[in-house]
């Protein structure tokens, strides 16, 4: 079992997959939206390492199936489960006592901007939000929020959340999986040993829209 030793690990995904395997996973996932603290932990690379972790994550929360296919396939499950319970407990929080949020003071778990951030892409997006912020880092913790803060239809939430927490987990972690057996079979390439490199380009590309939005957001406004 890994040991913290230094606030890096925090953004190591790897980190909680040896720390507290399959069970740490859910939590994470749960806690980004449902505790709206986690909007600084790996999200995205951790879903894509869980991919490639997938076999031993599953083996070692329940003895695995056997099959490689249905141990990722319980894993995303989970996952989106994860996900999805979590987002609902954000946009119940939001729906009572969401307005609350925008007295609060900034802490370490909590920054106001992000809240702003959340509600202009809520309201340029509509529905879709719900769906699209599954992809992008912050965002993602804070849109449940705003939409029970603005009373988005209950039924039409739950729909988006289930499509949303379905695609952004299966998509990730049978990237991962699949992506590492083929770099491994065609390319003799271990993905397990090119980690670091896999998760700059993973924060990179989730990071990139929201820096674009912060930046030309503003420009276009003016």
Request: a neutral charge.
């Amino acid at each position: 079992m890994e040991h913290f030793e230094s606030w890096k690990d925090l953004l190591n995904p790897e980190f909680y997959i040896k720390m507290g395997g399959f069970w740490l996973i859910l939590f994470i996932i749960f806690a980004e939206t449902g505790l709206f603290i986690g909007f600084f932990l790996p999200g995205d690379s951790l879903l894509f390492v869980s991919g490639i972790y997938a076999k031993e994550l599953a083996e070692n929360a329940f003895g695995g199936t056997s099959s490689e296919f249905w141990d990722t396939f319980v894993v995303a499950s989970s996952v989106a489960l994860a996900a999805i319970v979590g987002n609902q407990v954000g946009y119940w929080f939001g729906k009572k006592t969401g307005h609350s949020l925008y007295n609060r003071e900034d802490s370490f778990f909590f920054k106001k901007k992000y809240l702003y951030q959340a509600h202009d892409f809520f309201e340029k997006n509509g529905s879709l939000a719900v769906i699209g912020a599954r992809f992008l880092p912050i965002v993602r913790t804070f849109v449940p929020i705003v939409a029970g803060i603005v009373k988005m239809n209950p039924r039409k939430f739950l729909i988006d959340n289930i499509l949303g927490g379905v695609l952004w987990s299966f998509s990730l972690i049978f990237a991962g999986h699949y992506l590492d057996a083929l770099f491994r079979e065609q390319f003799g390439i271990e993905l397990k040993e090119k980690l670091e490199v896999i998760i700059i380009i993973i924060v990179l590309i989730t990071t990139v829209p929201v820096i674009y939005k912060m930046i030309f957001g503003k420009t276009d406004k003016k």
